[in-house]
């Protein structure tokens, strides 16, 4: 019993970052458009070169009466197309969901989840991207640095799609 | 010679035989869409020959000289092909993920030019028919053969190069960027062959679409390196058109000939 304790406190400490969490808040403006469609929605972590290092979040109209539909669209967050969805079969588990309405909609991505548990310790860009139908497409950017040390919440705002985009990094040690 | 060519074309409703046309008129396919999602899609293509990319205002490429091969090699139906005088377009549905050709690569075209009684007589056709014809043993008789290619490239999914596989015959295209992954701000890659070899030192035209709207075309010229390849950095996002020629001597069956061989190609650049 006490050898198996010893052996998790061990992992604990040789891997702080496996507990830090991430929590983000994406903001979806309001606008006076006389055809609205919710934005299709793609948030990541990318690494300096661009390469994707974990997927958080893809929100696409799901499909309906059998059809696909939604994923004829994807391609529209080109770059989100690019470096990770092209890759990937959807629906992906824990990534994607259905589009959301105008508001701030919060993304929990628990300590040694698979998307951070293998986040090795350096600098990463946060990347949210969105597209909607008749409508504009935006990406934002939010450079951080992994495992999280006590920093203040990181905040970058877009312009036209997007609104402001919180990155709050836990530190759970 | 120009007015000569244009004559001649639609005499003899040969859309792809004049290398020497290729100057005045741009031959080109635009694919509706280059890169797609979701399971299968749809896609229509319009084919036309023309002065301004990428307006119909000269002539049609005939639908019937189009070959659509998916990722995986086999041969995909053309559905909806209709021509009109100044455009032609079809449709084709893409069931696999992967990387589709739009082709006009055809059997290669001879030509053959003599003096008869003191008119100039010109000709066309294949090789067993100029010799069926007896065209090879016409006095001083000048042949030509010409490999022409205007193509383009449109993905499902993820791209994928087995379309891109090489015949060894006239001018091909390999991909070293893929021509369904190209943004503005990053350096493009391609690279041509010739018979099967890096085409070196071949000088290639590449223009954006829309040079209708500009005072000067942008059009730009460059040099494939001793691997074939030519490097650009496209600025302005949208479709872009790029053309290359070459011509040579060669003997084949015995007779002495000129070598025109052409490609031509429509691809995207994306915002980045």
């Known amino acids: 019993m006490r050898a198996i304790m010893t052996l998790a406190g061990m992992a604990l400490l040789t891997g702080p970052a496996v507990a830090d969490s991430m929590e983000i808040g994406i903001a979806i403006p309001q606008l006076n458009v006389a055809e609205y469609h919710r934005p299709y929605l793609a948030a990541w972590i990318a690494r300096p070169d661009q390469t994707v290092a974990a997927n958080l979040a893809v929100l696409y109209q799901q499909e309906r009466r059998g059809e696909e539909e939604g994923e004829t669209w994807l391609k529209d967050l080109r770059q989100w197309w690019r470096r990770a969805g092209r890759d990937l079969t959807m629906p992906v588990d824990g990534v994607s969901g259905p589009t959301r309405g105008p508001g701030t909609h919060s993304f929990n991505i628990a300590g040694g989840s698979p998307a951070l548990a293998a986040l090795e310790p350096g600098d990463y860009i946060l990347t949210v991207e969105a597209v909607r139908e008749v409508g504009g497409r935006e990406m934002v950017q939010v450079p951080f640095t992994w495992p999280a040390n006590g920093a203040a919440p990181l905040t970058v705002s877009g312009e036209t799609e997007l609104g402001q985009i919180t990155l709050t990094l836990t530190d759970e040690d | ?272």
Do not use: C
Not at chain 2, 123 to 147: C, F, H, M, Y
């Open chain 2, 1 to 272: 010679m120009k007015h000569f060519a244009i004559r001649l074309l639609a005499a003899s409703s040969v859309l792809f035989a004049l290398a020497g046309t290729a100057s005045a008129h741009r031959a080109w396919m635009l694919p509706s869409t280059f890169t797609f999602s979701g399971d299968s899609q749809w896609v229509t293509v319009d084919a036309a020959i023309s002065n301004d990319l990428f307006f119909p205002n000269h002539h049609a490429i005939d639908p019937a000289s189009v070959t659509v091969t998916g990722p995986d090699g086999s041969v995909v139906e053309i559905k909806n092909a209709a021509s009109g005088e100044i455009r032609a377009m079809f449709d084709f549905q893409m069931n696999q993920q992967g990387t589709y050709r739009v082709s006009t690569a055809g059997e290669p075209f001879y030509f053959a030019s003599w003096s008869e009684a003191g008119e100039r007589k010109r000709w066309r056709g294949t090789l067993e028919t100029l010799r069926a014809e007896g065209v090879d043993k016409k006095p001083d008789v000048q042949i030509s053969l010409s490999n022409r290619r205007v193509e383009t490239y449109v993905t499902l999914g993820a791209p994928s190069t087995e379309v891109f596989a090489a015949t060894g015959k006239g001018l091909e295209f390999q991909p070293v960027t893929h021509p369904n992954d190209v943004f503005t701000g990053e350096p493009v890659s391609f690279k041509f062959l010739l018979d099967g070899a890096p085409a070196s030192g071949l000088e290639v035209t590449v223009l954006p679409g829309n040079d209708r709207y500009r005072d000067t075309p942008g059009e730009f010229k460059l040099t494939t390196d001793a691997d074939g390849v030519f490097t650009f950095t496209p600025t302005i996002p949208g479709p872009y058109w790029f053309t290359a020629g070459s011509e040579g001597e060669t003997v084949i069956d015995g007779l002495p000939m000129k070598v025109r061989s052409s490609y031509t190609a429509t691809f995207e650049a994306l915002p980045l």
